[in-house]
């Protein structure tokens, strides 16, 4: 069970975190979890060229220490990057001292001020380290939903089309599982949002 388009309830009560971003303008913040990935990075980072679009990448640090030239790849194309911790951690499952001491080893090869938590999930008192640590807390508003195997990839698409809007942080995956659905929602978001006159900004760039 998850929430395709974040309730206001929810934002509001986790308000410390970054949700969307507020603008009036027709911007959107594509973001992709859990790279990079040898096929499914590759992938993306052509899609977003073909569309003049940038993007925001949370890594993992064992995915970046096995793949280097590919987070390269992310960087020198101007796309934003951000840590997803170092081994995929689970907040509610891992201790406090455990779970930012995992974030802090991601730190040691992604140079970021954004993190997001793997699952959405982090517990009050690492959230609250992690922010006196400097951290943006990235959450989101749109999820898309290409992790789940048991969704199509056209409602992968239309989860995204249908529930997002000015200012919306928007989650895909490039990763293995999610490759098939990613594989054909992402180039008709991108031309979708494109046609209508959006512009696609990485965090960094707002």
């Keep these: 069970m998850y929430f395709v388009k974040t309730p206001f309830w929810l934002k509001k009560l986790f308000k410390a975190y970054t949700w969307h971003v507020n603008t ?3 911007e959107l913040y594509l973001t992709f979890d859990d790279g ?8 993306v980072l ?10 925001s990448f949370f890594c993992l640090g064992k995915n970046v220490l096995e793949y280097p030239a590919i987070y390269q790849d992310i960087i020198q194309k101007g796309h934003t990057v951000g ?3 170092h081994n995929h951690l689970n907040g509610w499952k891992t201790s406090h001292d455990v779970y930012v001491d995992n974030v802090d080893q991601a730190s040691a090869h992604i140079v970021s001020d954004f993190f997001r938590p793997p699952y959405g999930r982090i517990s009050n008192k690492a959230g609250k380290t992690l922010r ?8 989101w508003d749109v999820l898309s939903g290409d992790f789940d195997q048991s969704l199509s ?3 992968c698409k239309r989860n995204v089309v249908e529930k997002a809007g000015s200012g919306s942080i928007i989650v895909f995956h490039d990763s293995e599982k999610a490759f098939p659905n990613l594989r054909y929602a992402l180039p008709l978001v991108l031309d979708h949002f494109g ?9 960094a760039d707002n």
Excluded: C, R, W, Y
């Excluded at 990935?37 to 992938?43: M, R």
């Excluded at 052509?46 to 679009?53: G, S, Y």
């Design 132 to 139: 006196k640590k400097g951290f943006d807390i990235i959450m």
């Design 36 to 43: 990079p990935h040898p096929v499914a990075t590759p992938f």
């Design 195 to 203: 046609s209508q006159g959006f512009v696609f900004k990485g965090l």
């Design 153 to 155: 990839a056209e409602n």
């Design 83 to 85: 840590n997803h911790t």
């Design 24 to 26: 009036a303008n027709k």
């Design 46 to 55: 052509q899609q977003l060229t073909d569309f003049n679009a940038k993007a």
